[in-house]
């Protein structure tokens, strides 16, 4: 069984531009949900994606957008990049969006991207 | 707007001693969840408790959800250097639509 993976692992990129994140979820998971870690927090909910379809979406503006695909992977797309947008992006994959009492959330290691 | 606050925010201490993290808000949730994350590594989930009144035992982390389902709790007894790492928080938000609420997390370090 093949666990959650993001790619690339860390990330550098210059204010203003854009940037791509990657996500394969765990075999058999259709659900992924994505978060910004900044240094010293804990992680918050950008949004969540169900059979392609955005399923929720938490405080973040319009230039943070996603993708899911038919095999489930995901991308997590950032424009305009600002140098708050440093941070640790995390994918979960999960079974499906129901309750977390049913469904175990998988996180991947994570993508560290930094802007300077 | 559905909040979790976490205390202490660092925690050192030797090995052998006991500690407790709390996890506190004002808003009632479904369910709550304990992670640990080490550095480099995403959040590895270490239990989910349910019921208000809710004791789970992991080995010698013992973790607890307050009656009103407001608040929980993590104790760990004779914790050991491997128990360092960031214990986070987490509850499921309003209408049990699987996405989470994280606490701002207890980065805990065990020297031997």
């Known amino acids: 069984e093949t666990g959650v993976t993001q790619s690339p692992t860390h990330l550098i990129k210059t204010r203003g531009q854009q940037v791509t994140l990657r996500c394969s979820s765990q075999?058999?998971?259709?659900?992924v949900s994505w978060y910004q870690q900044a240094l010293g927090q804990g992680p918050q909910f950008i949004f969540q994606y169900y059979r392609e379809e955005e399923n929720g979406r938490g405080n973040f503006p319009p230039r943070f957008s996603g993708l899911q695909f038919p095999n489930y992977s995901s991308e997590l797309n950032v424009n305009a990049l600002e140098l708050d947008d440093s941070a640790l992006y995390l994918c979960?994959?999960?079974?499906?969006?129901?309750?977390?009492?049913?469904?175990?959330?998988?996180f991947g290691q994570g993508t560290r991207l930094t802007v300077v | 707007t559905q909040l979790l606050e976490q205390s202490p925010q660092f925690l050192s201490i030797q090995e052998g001693e006991n500690l407790t993290v709390y996890c506190n808000s004002s808003?009632?949730?479904?369910?709550l969840q304990w992670y640990r994350q080490e550095p480099g590594e995403g959040p590895v989930l270490l239990v989910t408790?349910?019921?208000?009144?809710e004791v789970k035992k992991l080995k010698r982390l013992t973790f607890q959800f307050g009656d009103a389902r407001k608040d929980s709790s993590l104790h760990i007894t004779a914790a050991q250097p491997g128990d360092t790492g960031l214990y986070l928080c987490?509850?499921?938000?309003?209408?049990?639509?699987?996405?989470?609420?994280f606490g701002q997390g207890t980065t805990l370090q065990v020297k031997p």
């Open positions: 987490a509850g499921e938000s309003s209408g049990n639509t699987g996405k989470l609420i």
């Open positions: 808003s009632v949730f479904s369910s």
């Open positions: 075999s058999g998971h259709n659900t």
């Open positions: 979960a994959s999960s079974v499906d969006p129901g309750t977390v009492m049913n469904t175990e959330a998988f």
């Open positions: 408790v349910v019921t208000g009144g």
